[in-house]
Each structure stands twice: as C-alpha cells, then as structure tokens.
C-alpha cells in the first residue's frame, strides 16, 4: 500500500541549529514528494517538491531535501533554523492518483 | 486574488445539523480535492473530482456527500453531524490528477460539532 512515514513527531531547536526532518514512502512506479509547510493556524504552503532531475532540490525560505531513490527517502534540511520557522512540516507523496501525506512533524524553535 | 477559496472559515453547529462548506478555485485546475485534518494534525484525502466527475472516494461515511456543479467549484455537505466529524477541512486543487505543480490548498475550515 502507498504510504508517507516520518518519524520525527516532534524537533525543539534552538535559532541557528541546523534542521533535519526524516521522510520515508513507499510507492511503487513513478513519485513525486512534497514538503509542505503549516504556520500556527494556517493552511499547507509548498516548501519545495521533486519530479525528477537532481535530487537534491532547493525550495522557499531557505530549505532543500534530497531525494535518495535507493533509501525511499526525502529528508528536509535547513542548515540554520530561525524562530520564524516553528510550524507543522508534512511530507507527501503522489503518483497518478492522489496526495498522501505523512503525519507531520512538529518543529518548536527557540530563541 | 486567493487561488483556493474556502467559505466558511469557521464553522460551529450541534450533532444533527445539516452544513455545507464550499470551495472555489480560480487557477483553471482540473482537479479539486477534499482533505481532512483531524485534531493530531492528520491529513487524510477525502474526496477527489475531475472535471466534475468524481475520482476518489476514500471510505467516508456517506452523511458526507460532495457536489462539484463546475470544475472551478467542489462544495461539502455533510448530513447529522456527529462530534467526531470537528476537524479543520481544506479543499486543494491541482492541474491535473496527480500533477503536483502542484497541489494548492485552501484556507480551510475549522468545523466544531457540540
């Protein structure tokens, strides 16, 4: 079955710290992953996404993930978090059929 | 101008109302989606239409009944609200199913059953 899995429930950082938030799938065929962004009561902005290319893939706000075909990994970075950057962060995946999404993972960072 | 428009923003009624909640999305997408998002942060597609033709129904109870009257519309309405059905719901569209060019989400809707 088509599933989105990210292990880091919940990351507290303080500003400056680097950032690294795990993403699995488990598709068969053809993906593409997303990562997408929720500020404190608002909805899901796109970070960045990945069809193809390179795999490593700069997206909005200083963020990039690296796409590891052989690990089924997408895993988001940031080399220096700011406290603007507390939010729920998704990662999601789709093929032909629909959008999945990972349970999310809740960055906290501290002045 | 908004993409992805969601009225109404919130939404709380008692256990056994009728509610509709609508979507409108002005980006010539052809594809409109349902999304909901539970108290944990959960998102979990709903609903999905094509054109005006339904694609996905991922097993929702069927008090929960979309209308796509034009591509550029998907409205909810839900039959008996229970509680468990509070959750925040946002609509998205894509260009095409499956394209995530992607996928551009709506405001949401907080509804709260009490």
């Known amino acids: 079955a088509q599933s989105v899995s990210q292990h880091n429930h919940h990351v507290i950082l303080s500003e400056a710290a680097s950032l690294e938030l795990g993403c699995n799938y488990s598709?068969?065929?053809?993906?593409?992953l997303f990562w997408y962004v929720q500020y404190p009561g608002q909805h899901l902005q796109l970070l960045l996404k990945?069809?193809?290319?390179?795999?490593l893939v700069k997206g909005i706000k200083g963020f990039e993930a690296e796409f590891i075909k052989s690990k089924f990994s997408f895993n988001l970075r940031k080399p220096s978090v700011q406290w603007s950057d507390t939010a729920e962060y998704f990662c999601?995946?789709?093929?032909?059929?629909?959008?999945?999404f990972g349970t999310g993972t809740r960055l906290q960072v501290f002045p | 101008d908004t993409a992805v428009s969601q009225t109404p923003k919130y939404l709380v009624t008692q256990m056994g109302n009728d509610k509709s909640i609508k979507c409108e999305q002005n980006?010539?997408?052809?594809?409109m989606y349902w999304y909901k998002q539970d108290s944990k942060k959960f998102l979990k597609i709903m609903f999905s239409?094509?054109?005006?033709?339904?694609?996905i129904n991922e097993t929702v109870p069927n008090r929960f009944s979309p209308k796509s009257p034009d591509k550029a519309h998907l409205n909810l309405h839900i039959n008996s609200l229970e509680l468990g059905d509070s959750a925040v719901y946002f609509c998205?569209?894509?260009?095409?199913?499956?394209?995530?060019?992607?996928?551009?989400f709506g405001s949401g809707t907080r509804l709260t059953v009490v």
């Open positions: 998205a569209s894509s260009r095409r199913e499956g394209q995530g060019g992607g996928y551009t």
């Open positions: 990945y069809f193809s290319g390179d795999p």
């Open positions: 598709y068969g065929g053809t993906v593409n």
């Open positions: 999601a995946a789709s093929n032909t059929d629909k959008l999945i």
């Open positions: 239409y094509n054109n005006k033709e339904l694609i």
């Open positions: 980006l010539g997408h052809d594809t």
